[in-house]
């Protein structure tokens, strides 16, 4: 079936690095989205990696994709008290236009 | 342009009530799609709508509806509320492709009392 899991909590000090974590199941998935959630918001849409890729860099934010294994990941280099949120990563599943399976959600919380 | 906007933003309802939640997609775009976020969960698939047919719906009873107008809003209903449906409801708007980004709105909290 369908299933994307994620850890719950990960908590960083401002100016290091994050990594947050997904498995997924559906190796059909196209595409796999990371969004951002911050407080009594919608969900934004952060970056996104097509399945045949390994890696996919945008400005702070680095996607790695390890298809074998079901596995991404989200790196924030240079993490900033603004970038506290939770972070979902979603799965396209099996072409369904419109129909994300979204994980759990990671809270990342950034000390200054 | 404007982003996807949804209506109201929070609604208070008492069991066995009804709701109906509004969204208007971005413009030019075909497809809505609906989501209902429990507080510490994930967003669940509802519904898809593309040009005012229903394309896809997720595993919710049938207590929910919804529909598509020819402006491509989209309205959710809920009938015969219970207090699990107390959630935040998201709308979310794209092209209609296969494997397209999604873009959501601020979503409608709904509390069930």
């Known amino acids: 079936g369908e299933d994307v899991e994620q850890s719950l909590f990960l908590s960083v000090r401002e100016g290091d690095s994050s990594v947050i974590n997904c498995t997924y199941t559906?190796?059909?998935?196209?595409?796999l989205y990371w969004y951002k959630q911050e407080p009594g918001a919608g969900l934004q849409l952060l970056t996104y990696i097509f399945s045949n890729m390994d890696m996919k860099q945008d400005q702070r934010l680095t996607v790695l994709l390890n298809k074998k294994d079901k596995h991404l990941s989200l790196r924030i280099a240079d993490t900033q008290t603004g970038d506290s949120a939770i972070y979902f990563c979603?799965?396209?599943?099996?072409?369904?236009?419109?129909?994300?399976?979204f994980g759990q959600g990671t809270e990342l919380s950034v000390k200054p | 342009d404007a982003g996807v906007t949804q209506s109201p933003t929070h609604l208070i309802k008492t069991r066995g009530q009804h709701v109906t939640l509004r969204c208007s997609p971005i413009?030019?775009?075909?497809?809505v799609s609906w989501y209902q976020q429990v507080l510490g969960q994930g967003p669940q698939f509802i519904f898809q709508?593309?040009?005012?047919?229903?394309?896809g719906r997720g595993n919710f009873p049938d207590r929910f509806s919804a529909r598509q107008f020819p402006n491509y809003s989209s309205e959710l209903n809920v009938n015969a509320l219970l207090l699990g449906d107390s959630a935040l409801y998201l709308c979310?708007?794209?092209?209609?492709?296969?494997?397209?980004?999604?873009?959501f709105g601020s979503g409608t909290q709904l509390s069930v009392l």
């Open positions: 709508y593309y040009e005012k047919e229903e394309r």
């Open positions: 559906d190796s059909s998935s196209t595409y």
């Open positions: 979310a708007s794209s092209w209609g492709t296969p494997n397209e980004k999604l873009f």
């Open positions: 413009s030019g775009h075909k497809s």
């Open positions: 979603a799965e396209s599943g099996n072409n369904q236009g419109g129909k994300l399976i």
